[in-house]
DNA sequence: AATGAAAAGGAAAGCGCTTGCTCCTTCATC
DNA sequence: GATGAAGGAGCAAGCGCTTTCCTTTTCATT
């Protein structure tokens, strides 16, 4: 049988409440009592029970993690840095695949919920808002990582998608291309809108011409990518570079250029989001904008942790700058060509 | 606050005996009550704390999962179908990162148990043998996913790596291959062994030559790849094929053609193991020994599941079948050359 | 209408732990 | 030696639920 807190109690010949105040360091207790307690404890490998501890009004321990898969790379890092994080503060993480249906997150939030975990990290485009307010209501911690909706109130770290798309096209003007295009996911997500915009600016700031069929919107898939890139690239008036919004749709790019026969980065240069360890595979290796995800994980933790202590009355979205990461996709364009 | 149990009694006129009975479907209730009671609990949208359900003796639903890093694919991959499996029966999943560090792995093995969860699956070379089998001394189901240690007495779930390995070797010498290099990680783990193993055989079997200093044991990191791969193909008395027995020392070996000046799959073939994202996103498509990891996720499961219900006295190991799944990275050799 | 078995539901004892309250010791102080 | 303030430690309530016993109803039988 498990070892309780009355076995130890009995065993060194103190009460229960003893025992308790020893392991949290609570109350009042002399020397030899508490160095007799931990002795004992220390003998019979006692281990509290969190779930008894947790019935008492404390803390589970436990946050849960919501995001879309935990099988692509970029929330398998995220959902790495979290844990890493948890871990350091001494709790535990669950993590749950959504699939994106909002059902499933629906039933996994109720779940969260019924474990009473003591708080949520939600890195989906969430559609469950009324669901999530009411936690907030009822003093459940909940805050976002990744993925931003301008009309939530809600604690949130982000990164600064306008900065990371003007970066990236930036990179790509400086490098001499004059044929821009952009490959987004759906854009009434923020994060590709904002990358949309600051294609946008930056071309026009740098009075480049600004080609229609050449602002493409589409899944954020590898084949969808792939179709896309196809079909801009197939005419011999086609774009001398690419920003596409996530590494995915990137590397549908690097097919489709193989497909046509074009080589990347002399052809093509190219430029991806997220530096996913797919950047780091491909040949060449894909040159693409790095979000800190580590640092943001330790943040929307801390900010989590902020709020159970109840330090926090008001809700932040704090932005991170992403960084470019130059690799081997992007090349200076010879006009000679 | 929070809705109780109590809450719901009362406003239904009931014990709180009644609505457990009601919940859980156990003892005799008039239709007329149940009803009643589940009117009430819609309108008040209780939900039962699983924290005091688990403390009454009852399940947490919850499983543990320990790996090394969700951050590689390839556990990435074994975490998100375990998660699904869980999902099915109504479990949710812990997900421990151990870094293959024998420390975090014991620290994360007491924390299950204090937290209570019905079963714990491992997918670590762990070194916690004495630890995992006092777990299993009380009833605490564990088991292990895609690592064999031959000398442990538990329930595991692996993919038969001298099939795989014998797969991988064959495919490349009837494609005319004579000239063959292996590459591993650490033989000291079965599977690494075992497809060395394999390769021998093979190599044996159809009469080959057996050269020493293309038996190449090494840490499975693409650094280590590129490095060892690089040492072998610089010679003009270079291997015309290689089989790594995973994905990343495969990726190695591109980079280390690449540098050459080899050409995949014209100079050189390649084999990987594990067939993660990455074999599908390098240039050629890797080809790859693919374990099933959506049936080793839903056995892992299943095997747990019946040791909780103490359905099973035996331990068993379940090897299932890898599949060769073909790519761009293998091709004919012409001895012409 | 009396009888007893089956049906329905309540009371209460935990599960293992925290914590407010209370009570008993010690000492230092006068 | 009497007094009172700390210091130590125990009692018991309670967290929200399950489950064993028991009591009360209900209803078919005679």
Do not use: C
């Given at each position: 049988m498990k070892t309780t807190i009355y076995d130890v109690a009995e065993k060194a010949g103190v009460s229960i409440s003893t025992v308790s105040r020893?392991?949290?360091?609570?109350?009042?207790?002399s020397d030899k009592t508490r160095k007799k307690v931990l002795e004992v404890i220390e003998a019979l490998e006692y281990q509290p029970s969190l779930v008894a501890t947790a019935l008492t009004g404390k803390?589970?321990?436990?946050?849960?993690?919501?995001?879309?898969?935990?099988?692509?790379?970029?929330f398998a890092e995220i959902a790495r840095r979290i844990e890493d994080q948890c871990r350091e503060i001494g709790f535990s993480l669950l993590i749950c695949n959504t699939e994106n249906n909002p059902d499933t997150e629906e039933m996994y939030l109720d779940l969260l919920k019924q474990k009473s975990v003591d708080g949520i990290i939600i890195g989906t485009i969430s559609r469950n808002q009324y669901v999530i307010e009411e936690y907030l209501q009822e003093k459940l911690?909940?805050?976002?990582?990744?993925?931003?909706?301008?009309?939530?109130?809600?604690d949130a770290v982000l990164?600064?998608?306008?900065?990371?798309?003007?970066?990236?096209?930036?990179?790509?003007?400086?490098?001499?291309?004059?044929?821009?295009a952009i490959m987004t996911g759906n854009r009434s997500h923020a994060g590709n809108k904002l990358c949309y915009e600051a294609f946008r600016q930056v071309?026009?700031?740098?009075?480049?011409?600004?080609?229609?069929?050449?602002l493409i919107e589409t899944d954020s898939t590898m084949e969808d990518?792939?179709?896309?890139?196809?079909?801009?690239?197939?005419?011999?008036?086609?774009?001398?570079?690419?920003?596409a919004s996530c590494d995915s749709l990137a590397i549908g790019v690097y097919q489709a250029a193989k497909t046509i026969g074009l080589r990347?980065?002399?052809?093509?240069?190219?430029?991806g989001f997220n530096n996913t360890i797919l950047a780091a595979v491909v040949d060449p290796p894909l040159t693409s904008i790095a979000q800190?995800?580590?640092?943001?994980?330790?943040?929307?933790v801390e900010l989590l942790m902020r709020e159970m202590e109840g330090e926090k009355a008001v809700k932040q979205r704090v932005f991170l700058a992403p960084e470019l990461i130059v690799r081997g996709s992007t090349k200076k364009w010879e006009s000679a060509r």
């Open positions: 020893v392991i949290n360091n609570t109350g009042r207790i803390r589970t321990g436990t946050i849960g993690l919501i995001i879309p898969d935990v099988a692509n790379p970029f911690p909940v805050a976002r990582i990744a993925y931003d909706q301008p009309d939530w109130r809600i990164v600064d998608y306008f900065l990371g798309g003007h970066q990236a096209v930036s990179h790509l003007v400086q490098l001499g291309h004059k044929k821009l071309i026009a700031e740098n009075g480049l011409a600004l080609r229609e069929e050449w990518g792939r179709q896309k890139a196809l079909e801009i690239l197939s005419s011999s008036d086609r774009p001398t570079a690419i920003f990347i980065p002399e052809d093509l240069s190219v430029v800190p995800i580590q640092e943001m994980g330790r943040q929307v």
